[in-house]
């Protein structure tokens, strides 16, 4: 059986006025729009000059596909845009069936794949439709009908010398050879460049403003010969032109190279080099470049300006949770989105990932110019505030943005991007979907916070990390049965560290995987210690976090401390958040089932904060749920509060799971939690996290003060 594949061939045709036109695409670049240069001509009013580009994309094995583009090379965009099935583009890989508007509903386009049998059938059947060939096969086809019509002249009334030029090279060339007098007056053009250049004409007194013809010096030494190159553009299209100066000739003879192809070429290769793939608007490089020129306008003109970066807040749960062709997607939705409410001076691209910069004009810099930079946040992230529709998915997104302004924040292109990206990082920690302007103290910060993890690196070997624990009292016994492990760090020169500063670090470099387990294996340690000191503590909780549950071998871990330690699994209770139990719920289940199953407790931690905790208790076996202690702060003067908490008790009664409210204050909030039946509370009220030595005396404070 033959492997043999059916040629396709990629087909465009467009509708224009009730006359259809059918073009088969080959080449590697087609331009469309108004302009008489444009290899598919649109002639209504709502087509730009330049309003889209095609381009032939390589998929290897000789196969290959065509991408649309709105505008041209050089990131103009049309006018009136690009529909293609229903939904404006910027750039789009075309498949079989599209169906494309160009700029209104007067010219309409349909792209299909049809084999080479299929397409000769097509055209038997509708005399109408006719095949466009490019430009420069048409040129080809009526230079060699020139060339023909004149051999048949021969044979004419011609003199000798007429015959003898004829039959001689610049005559049979299918490039443009022009020849000038020293005095500019054109004394000769071969077919070719009457064909090429109707607009020359040997008695036209316009010819100097001609691009061939401006510029052509006359030579001072008339002994000798000289040969100069350039480049030179006339109606869209790019020839080389090489000037022979022939002094004894008294003649400058011009040899001329159609170089349009090259040209497109190269462009295409730029934009491709300057555009992302995915989205179709700027990459990297090209903010970069667009920068640099704008800086230094910036410079001349003493304007302002302000660089924007941009991210798309949770976008890594999108992506793990749907797949990553709906991430993509998003992306280009999401950059469209943007780019359709910036004004056309400004600078989009996409940084990389779900990271997108802008750059943003600002006028003269003796106006203030934050309501301008505040308005164009706004309409950014109010254009976020309807849904993105993909496949199945009604898919809500924020973003934050960190903006640095010039020439304040930075007089170079790095220093501002830096800047703009430090402040993102500070938008990103105040709880995303905001905006922070740069300012000096986030650069003294962003110092810190590389000083911190350089450290941290080291902190476990030298001793740095320790625990102090946070007693829990058992509200029914009245006992403290049980105390929460809390990781410390105290830094040689910077003192004690800030777990919301230090932990972070540590989800973000992997760190927290062998720190967890010392905290693990620690906390056990003292446990075991207490527990045959007779304290009479049921449980010790550990918090673990994402990254240490997605172990693969975390079972292993947790069994081996256990062994090691030589502590009983029922005094270990492993607290989790609802963000652990959102991925992979089977392999989740299996790891909870497994050492639930060794005697090994689960608490929910942060219970009410989350979407689905409710569907979790059913389908996990906690032993403990956490109330967040955001409920419990205002839990004396807030209504809403109480019912929640007196319901999330009531419903870990029914579940048979006991619930611990944390961050108890006041005995107001004390008493209210005795009221309502809580279990177990933890907080200032009984005592902040202390170190092991203050936990023993503690419980010794605690026990004589109960006995007495």
């Not at 950059?335 to 004009?361: A, K, M, N």
Request: charged letters at 25%; proline letters at 3%; one cysteine or more.
């Amino acid at each position: 059986m033959s492997n043999h594949k059916t040629k396709l061939n990629h087909i465009l045709v467009v509708e224009e006025l009730n006359n259809q036109r059918f073009f088969t695409l080959e080449s590697e670049v087609y331009s469309i729009g108004r302009h008489s240069s444009s290899d598919i001509k649109l002639n209504s009013a709502p087509v730009s000059r330049h309003h889209g580009t095609i381009i032939r994309d390589h998929l290897g094995d000789n196969e290959y596909a065509y991408t649309l583009i709105d505008g041209d090379f050089k990131g103009h965009r049309s006018q009136n845009g690009i529909l293609v099935n229903g939904k404006k583009i910027i750039r789009r890989r075309l498949q079989d069936g599209d169906q494309i508007l160009f700029g209104g509903e007067d010219i309409k386009g349909i792209y299909y794949l049809e084999s080479e049998a299929q397409v000769n059938r097509n055209v038997e059947k509708n005399d109408n439709w006719r095949i466009e060939k490019n430009r420069t096969n048409s040129a080809r086809e009526e230079l060699q009908n020139t060339l023909i019509l004149s051999e048949q002249n021969l044979s004419g009334n011609l003199q000798s010398e007429e015959i003898k030029r004829l039959a001689s090279f610049p005559e049979l060339s299918p490039h443009p050879i022009i020849e000038i007098d020293f005095q500019g007056k054109i004394t000769y053009m071969n077919p070719s460049a009457k064909l090429c250049f109707p607009d020359l004409s040997d008695d036209d007194e316009d010819n100097g403003k001609h691009p061939l013809m401006m510029n052509i010096n006359i030579p001072q030494d008339k002994t000798h010969s000289q040969l100069e190159q350039r480049e030179v553009s006339s109606n869209d299209r790019h020839f080389e032109q090489y000037i022979h100066y022939l002094s004894k000739y008294n003649v400058i003879r011009s040899y001329i190279f159609d170089i349009t192809e090259r040209k497109i070429s190269e462009a295409k290769l730029q934009y491709q080099a300057f555009h992302d793939s995915l989205t179709g608007i700027g990459n990297r490089d090209y903010f970069h470049w667009q920068l640099n020129n704008r800086l230094r306008e910036m410079k001349e003109k003493g304007d302002d300006f302000a660089i924007l970066f941009i991210d798309i807040d949770r976008f890594k749960n999108i992506n793990d949770t749907l797949n990553h062709s709906t991430g993509d997607k998003l992306l280009e939705s999401f950059s469209f989105r943007i780019l359709s409410c910036l004004s056309t001076d400004c600078i989009f691209s996409r940084w990389g990932g779900d990271e997108f910069i802008l750059g943003l004009p600002l006028g003269s810099q003796e106006k203030n110019h934050t309501g301008l930079i505040n308005d164009t946040i706004k309409v950014i992230m109010d254009s976020l505030k309807n849904p993105f529709l993909i496949e199945n998915y009604t898919i809500y997104v924020t973003c934050s943005i960190g903006i640095a302004l010039y020439p304040q924040d930075g007089d170079n292109q790095e220093q501002l991007i830096k800047n703009a990206d430090i402040a993102l990082s500070r938008a990103k920690q105040m709880g995303k979907n905001n905006s922070q302007f740069y300012t000096t103290r986030l650069s003294e910060e962003q110092m810190l916070m590389f000083e911190l993890e350089t450290s941290l690196y080291d902190a476990i070997a030298h001793n740095q990390l320790y625990l102090n624990y946070q007693p829990k009292l058992n509200l029914a016994t009245n006992k403290i049965d049980s105390a929460e492990a809390l990781v410390r760090w105290k830094h040689p020169t910077l003192g004690i560290i800030s777990p919301g500063k230090f932990i972070p670090l540590a989800e973000e470099t992997g760190l927290i995987i062998p720190i967890g387990e010392w905290v693990l294996k620690t906390a056990c340690l003292q446990a075991k210690k207490w527990i045959e000191l007779g304290y009479g503590l049921d449980t010790i909780a550990v918090n673990i976090s994402v990254k240490q549950f997605r172990q693969e071998n975390f079972v292993e871990v947790v069994k081996d401390v256990l062994e090691d330690v030589n502590l009983e699994a029922k005094y270990l209770e492993l607290e989790v958040t609802e963000s652990i139990l959102m991925q992979d719920r089977g392999k989740t289940a299996l790891i909870i089932n497994e050492l639930s199953e060794l005697g090994v407790k689960f608490s929910l931690d942060d219970f009410g904060t989350g979407y689905s905790s409710l569907s979790y208790l059913k389908k996990f076996p906690f032993h403990t749920i956490k109330i967040d202690q955001s409920f419990i702060r205002d839990l004396t003067v807030n209504q809403q509060d109480r019912a929640l908490i007196d319901a999330v008790i009531t419903l870990g009664k029914g579940y048979k799971m006991q619930v611990v409210a944390e961050g108890v204050e006041t005995e107001v909030q004390l008493n209210i939690l005795r009221e309502f039946n809580c279990d177990i509370i933890q907080g200032r009220w009984l005592s902040m996290p202390i170190s092991a030595p203050e936990f023993e005396k503690f419980l010794q404070n605690f026990i004589h003060a109960m006995t007495k």
